[in-house]
């Protein structure tokens, strides 16, 4: 519900993708792609009761530092306030399917994503993030199911669905207790989110 909008009343469909940050080919021969910062597309004003209106403070949205929104009313969340939501994902690309459209991939987090690098951790797909906003987190995610060898199509497939289901980690890092708050390389990582339960309380 959160992701429909005039244009897309389902909330299912991919219109765009702005912003795009850091990526690189995945194992299995996909590129991915960071929405980075994407607050500063929106223009308008939420009322403050709005259900979208703290999401937004911690985003920053809107900017307005691109003004598109008073060019197209998709980018003016005080007549589209939904479309920021639509926005901050790590996207999919297949170089070999460019009929397809991408893929956003909701099972790793939002946020303005700096980067993602895909790794296989004992046959599992991994992906590292991290947030470009000063002050955030670092974050994994870990597929919940196993990476398929092999050059057949089927095989490809498979792996091109393991970033929808698994589970999403932040990280927390020790502090070594000075004051400049370097940490001492040590931490464990927190687990937020499957594909079926939030994990925060």
């Not at 702005?18 to 995945?26: F, H, R």
């Not at 393991?162 to 589970?167: M, Q, R, W």
Request: glycine share 12%; hydrophobic share 30%; net charge negative.
């Amino acid at each position: 519900a959160r992701l429909q909008t005039t244009a897309d009343p389902s909330g299912t469909k991919v219109f765009g993708t702005i912003n795009n940050c850091a990526g690189g080919v995945t194992p299995w021969g996909t590129y991915i792609m960071a929405e980075e910062n994407f607050h500063g597309y929106f223009v308008g004003e939420l009322p403050a009761d709005h259900r979208e209106a703290q999401n937004y403070e911690r985003y920053g949205v809107p900017d307005g530092s691109y003004e598109w929104g008073n060019f197209h009313d998709r980018f003016d969340v005080s007549k589209e306030p939904n479309e920021p939501n639509r926005f901050g994902w790590i996207v999919e690309v297949d170089p070999f399917a460019p009929d397809e459209a991408p893929v956003k991939h909701t099972m790793l987090g939002r946020f303005k994503h700096e980067g993602a690098n895909v790794i296989v951790s004992k046959g599992h797909a991994v992906a590292y993030m991290g947030d470009d906003e000063r002050g955030d987190y670092l974050y994994k995610f870990v597929s919940r199911d196993s990476m398929r060898t092999g050059p057949s199509a089927k095989a490809r497939r498979h792996n091109r669905t393991l970033l929808t289901a698994g589970t999403l980690y932040v990280a927390r890092l020790v502090g070594d207790g000075t004051e400049d708050g370097e940490h001492d390389g040590t931490g464990e990582w927190i687990a937020l989110c499957d594909e079926t339960t939030s994990f925060v309380p």
